[in-house]
């Protein structure tokens, strides 16, 4: 098999040969910030195949209708992607379709490509695009496009919105004596939520891939890794991930189960790095809290539970103040109503038990106090009636979080 | 049609005949504190008929279990109730059991009254009850029952948890020249949502209705009123609702439509307005939303959509903020996915439109945000796709709400 490895320092597209990207300061906050980068721009040296996933927000934004209908065509390639923060293009009617529509032809024209270019927009529901400081910033970014690591890391920070980490993550691999990659960038922070979050990915790799096994190699990794996390339960209008493979290597996974599957294989580790950087960067996230989910009777059941626990605000908050109040961890458990009998429940905080047949094992009660204070351990929930079992990475809940979204 | 009213002031259980009441600091929470009231007993002149409606969390709480296994035996009479607050007696495995049967036991023995007493918890999860101090608790208040007003207070009292203020309302009608009442007394505050909230509810009436009425009026009167009502999204495994009906006035609804009417409106009058308390009095809210899903193709559909838009944390943290942010409230009701189209979508705050056919408008801002910046207001969602409808009353999350819940 074989062997597929994050690599250290990643720095963004510029890992993966065969790309260019640019990322500019617009200000389509509209605030006269003239400093903070808000328009990324991505190309390819030549057109590629490409896939993508989306909310399943019946709100849907503009640009992901739009970069549904460019992705649904048959034989389709893109030029890449063109992507703002500041202005989600939600909730913004026919106009916001228009918008959308005209931002994508806009960076085809600025950069003399024939292929269309995917469009994404994160950031405040419900305000028109400023089409001026769109144009004049997709200009500018055409202008800067470059496969420097600067520029790179300008596209990665540009897509930003309440993150205040950039992040990247790029696998690599070896085969035939060549390398390999698949590199990624991504923005979270808020309506962290599966399917999707408000969250943006990103992924390019060299290798060849046509459209269905890009599609197919997405979703599957989508649902491994950005739809098992959640920071505070709210869906989002705009989630968008893309898979861009511009085919440099000359290599066809496709022609090679074994390629095939090391290419799965890195898809998956970039999404997975991602998606934990997302919930590890939330907004106002203090601890990291992975929570399974075991012996349902499927794991349809286990990821209600893991889903009720994971968002339930007084479990949130207990962690938040670290206490090891299981009460409400066995509480939201029951309301996921999937048919829990107390006498058949085990809980864990890391390895140590606190409550096992149903009955507390208060001897340990310093042991979890200690294991919640961390900035980041498991809590393992068994129902013992099945094999069904569910992974959710979720946080804490904190005042700064409300203080944070109580106005934009 | 009969006229029901609530009166002004209500005083609890003493406002309806045939019934004692106390209240008695018994140091259930164990903290030496002899001064807080903690344990309540309600007793009548003669056995009632009762009906209740219990939270449906799969981990339900040992007095729930005790009270259903009384109130399914035939021709069931009960001699009244007494619960305690401070510890719920949830999570405590046979114990637990044990421990619940025994106090309503003890309530027979100090009382000296033949048939069972239901039993209800409220408080912290997952600890032995303390039964030395319940015995004497019940012990003092067999002692102290009274049909006076300051008995009745003390019970309302000593429901309470983390609640600010005692809950009580009651309703009166007149039939044939003779006052009746349904009388009530509540506690909420934290884990309140819907089937049901962390919430007692005792209800008492002197009318003379069968088992099976009861609880058909008051399973309709939950699902109107305690059922829509949500501050945290959390289910308790302690919900419950009691209605107890001792028979003194000798009036029989079931003999006269109109006076099973005025009961049933009675029921869900006293039922409403502890609700409303319930909610107003939520753990740190500042402030109480009503609001309306309307157009929806089904009730059921417009339930997901109020629940979450209501139970959205960032919905309520931008009620608490006083910002008037739609896109978040069309964004959690397009998670509901339940179809919402957005150029059939209307938003309304109170009568002001923020969105009409999908299409902002914006120059309604200035009235949005005086109205958001209410202690109480109406939001109305309208899918103009039927005539499905939900009301739920809600709140804002504020940041005292997470500093309150992070540790107990």
Same mark, same amino acid.
């Given at each position: 098999?074989?062997?597929?490895?994050?690599?250290?320092?990643?720095?963004?597209?510029?890992?993966?040969?065969?790309?260019?990207?640019?990322?500019?300061?617009?200000?389509?906050?509209?605030?006269?910030?003239?400093?903070?980068?808000?328009?990324?721009?991505?190309?390819?040296?030549?057109?590629?195949? &490409? @896939?993508?996933?989306?909310? +399943?927000?019946?709100?849907?934004? !503009?640009?992901?209708?739009?970069?549904? $209908? /460019? %992705?649904?065509?048959?034989?389709?390639?893109?030029?890449?992607?063109?992507?703002?923060?500041?202005?989600?293009?939600?909730?913004?009617?026919?106009?916001?379709?228009?918008?959308?529509?005209?931002?994508?032809?806009?960076?085809?024209?600025?950069?003399?490509?024939?292929?269309?270019?995917?469009?994404?927009?994160?950031?405040?529901?419900?305000?028109?695009?400023?089409?001026?400081?769109?144009?004049?910033?997709? &200009? @500018?970014?055409?202008?800067? +496009?470059?496969?420097?690591?600067? !520029?790179?890391?300008?596209?990665?920070? $540009? /897509? %930003?919105?309440?993150?205040?980490?950039?992040?990247?993550?790029?696998?690599?691999?070896?085969?035939?004596?060549?390398?390999?990659?698949?590199?990624?960038?991504?923005?979270?922070?808020?309506?962290?939520?599966?399917?999707?979050?408000?969250?943006?990915?990103?992924?390019?790799?060299?290798?060849?891939?046509?459209?269905?096994?890009?599609?197919?190699?997405?979703?599957?990794?989508?649902?491994?890794?950005?739809?098992?996390?959640?920071?505070?339960?709210?869906?989002?209008?705009?989630?968008?991930?893309?898979?861009?493979?511009?085919?440099?290597?000359?290599?066809?996974?496709?022609?090679?189960?074994?390629?095939?599957?090391?290419?799965?294989?890195?898809?998956?580790?970039?999404?997975?790095?991602?998606?934990?950087?997302?919930?590890?960067?939330?907004?106002?996230?203090?601890?990291?809290?992975?929570?399974?989910?075991?012996?349902?009777?499927?794991?349809?059941?286990?990821?209600?539970?893991?889903?009720?626990?994971?968002?339930?605000?007084?479990?949130?908050?207990?962690?938040?103040?670290?206490?090891?109040?299981?009460?409400?961890?066995?509480?939201?458990?029951?309301?996921?109503?999937?048919?829990?009998?107390?006498?058949?429940?085990?809980?864990?905080?890391?390895?140590?038990?606190?409550?096992?047949?149903?009955?507390?094992?208060?001897?340990?009660?310093?042991?979890?106090?200690?294991?919640?204070?961390?900035?980041?351990?498991?809590?393992?929930?068994?129902?013992?009636?099945?094999?069904?079992?569910?992974?959710?990475?979720?946080?804490?809940?904190?005042?700064?979080?409300?203080?944070?979204?109580?106005?934009?």
């Amino acid at each position: 098999m074989i062997q597929v490895q994050l690599i250290e320092n990643p720095q963004g597209i510029a890992d993966c040969p065969g790309f260019k990207s640019a990322g500019v300061a617009a200000d389509i906050r509209e605030k006269g910030d003239l400093q903070r980068l808000d328009l990324a721009l991505v190309t390819a040296e030549q057109p590629c195949n &490409a @896939a993508g996933v989306f909310t +399943l927000n019946d709100v849907c934004a !503009a640009p992901v209708h739009v970069c549904k $209908a /460019i %992705l649904s065509q048959p034989n389709m390639k893109v030029a890449g992607f063109v992507a703002n923060s500041g202005n989600a293009n939600a909730a913004t009617a026919e106009q916001g379709m228009r918008d959308a529509k005209e931002m994508s032809a806009i960076a085809q024209l600025e950069t003399g490509i024939g292929s269309p270019f995917l469009v994404c927009s994160t950031g405040r529901i419900g305000r028109k695009l400023p089409m001026g400081k769109i144009k004049s910033g997709i &200009a @500018a970014a055409a202008h800067a +496009l470059s496969s420097e690591t600067q !520029a790179s890391l300008d596209a990665a920070d $540009a /897509i %930003l919105t309440s993150d205040t980490r950039r992040k990247c993550a790029t696998a690599r691999f070896t085969y035939q004596g060549q390398t390999l990659t698949v590199a990624g960038i991504a923005k979270g922070a808020g309506m962290i939520e599966p399917n999707m979050a408000t969250m943006l990915a990103f992924l390019t790799t060299d290798l060849e891939v046509d459209n269905a096994a890009l599609k197919d190699t997405l979703v599957q990794a989508c649902n491994q890794t950005f739809n098992r996390i959640s920071i505070d339960g709210d869906m989002s209008t705009n989630d968008t991930v893309l898979l861009l493979a511009n085919g440099k290597s000359g290599l066809v996974p496709n022609d090679s189960p074994e390629l095939l599957q090391a290419f799965r294989e890195a898809v998956l580790q970039v999404c997975d790095a991602l998606a934990e950087k997302i919930v590890g960067d939330g907004e106002k996230v203090t601890k990291l809290v992975e929570l399974v989910v075991e012996g349902c009777q499927s794991e349809q059941d286990a990821e209600k539970v893991a889903r009720a626990v994971g968002n339930s605000l007084l479990v949130k908050t207990s962690w938040y103040g670290s206490d090891p109040n299981w009460g409400r961890l066995a509480d939201a458990a029951g309301y996921a109503r999937v048919g829990l009998k107390e006498a058949c429940f085990d809980i864990h905080y890391d390895d140590v038990p606190a409550l096992i047949g149903g009955l507390p094992q208060d001897s340990n009660l310093a042991q979890w106090k200690a294991i919640v204070s961390k900035k980041r351990f498991r809590i393992t929930l068994n129902l013992n009636q099945g094999s069904g079992s569910f992974r959710l990475l979720t946080s804490d809940l904190s005042e700064a979080y409300v203080d944070f979204n109580k106005s934009e």
